[in-house]
């Protein structure tokens, strides 16, 4: 616990990654080979179950913002250890409503509403494909939580796409 509250977050799960390979490597030298899985899910208790929590209230929005894929990736891979991806999956759509709902109830910005959405769904696409290995579960998060902001503002948001959209077209059909 004290190594969590002294680090932040990708320093932590790094630590975390090297103690359990470290582990790992002792129990194939040293121990039969009936303890490792036992002295495996020891490990990953202390150095992940434990502080689930901890992890993603610190540290999970920073890298988030930060686009941080390889930090992500290495954060799904650790909980995919524990089964704890529910954990992760919350977190991701409590991130996503969070960080949306900024776009959305914005009344000064809807000019740009549109496409700072657009924005913010390529990104989180990028991080699903890099950091979260396309799982399903994880798509349908990212999906149902746009659908959750897209229905914040009533008919507004699907105004202003359906005038991004014919503003495109026409831009298009000018070029030809």
């Given at each position: 616990?004290?190594?969590?509250?002294?680090?932040?977050?990708?320093?932590?799960?790094?630590?975390?990654?090297?103690?359990?390979?470290?582990?790992n490597e002792?129990?194939?030298?040293y121990?039969?080979?009936?303890?490792?899985k036992?002295?495996?899910?020891t490990?990953?208790?202390?150095?992940?179950?434990?502080h689930?929590?901890?992890i993603?209230d610190?540290g999970?929005?920073?890298?988030?913002?930060g686009?941080?894929?390889?930090?992500?990736?290495?954060?799904?891979?650790?909980?995919?250890?524990?089964?704890?991806?529910?954990?992760?999956?919350?977190?991701?759509?409590?991130y996503?409503?969070?960080?949306?709902?900024?776009?959305?109830?914005?009344?000064?910005?809807?000019?740009?509403?549109?496409?700072?959405?657009?924005?913010f769904?390529?990104?989180?696409d990028?991080?699903?494909?890099?950091s979260?290995?396309?799982?399903?579960?994880f798509?349908?998060t990212?999906?149902?939580?746009?659908?959750?902001?897209?229905?914040?503002?009533?008919?507004?948001?699907?105004?202003?796409?359906?005038?991004?959209l014919d503003?495109k077209?026409?831009?298009?059909?000018k070029?030809?």
């Amino acid at each position: 616990m004290k190594y969590m509250q002294q680090s932040d977050v990708p320093e932590y799960l790094k630590h975390a990654e090297e103690r359990l390979h470290e582990e790992n490597e002792r129990c194939i030298l040293y121990l039969d080979a009936g303890t490792r899985k036992p002295l495996i899910a020891t490990t990953e208790k202390q150095l992940l179950e434990c502080h689930i929590s901890p992890i993603l209230d610190k540290g999970f929005t920073t890298l988030m913002d930060g686009r941080r894929t390889e930090d992500l990736q290495r954060l799904y891979t650790l909980l995919s250890r524990i089964d704890a991806f529910e954990f992760l999956r919350q977190a991701l759509s409590s991130y996503i409503r969070k960080s949306g709902q900024r776009i959305v109830m914005d009344d000064e910005k809807d000019k740009d509403m549109v496409q700072s959405l657009l924005d913010f769904k390529t990104s989180l696409d990028t991080i699903w494909e890099e950091s979260f290995s396309k799982n399903e579960s994880f798509g349908n998060t990212i999906k149902d939580s746009f659908e959750h902001l897209i229905n914040l503002r009533q008919n507004r948001p699907a105004e202003l796409i359906a005038k991004f959209l014919d503003e495109k077209l026409r831009a298009g059909n000018k070029g030809t």
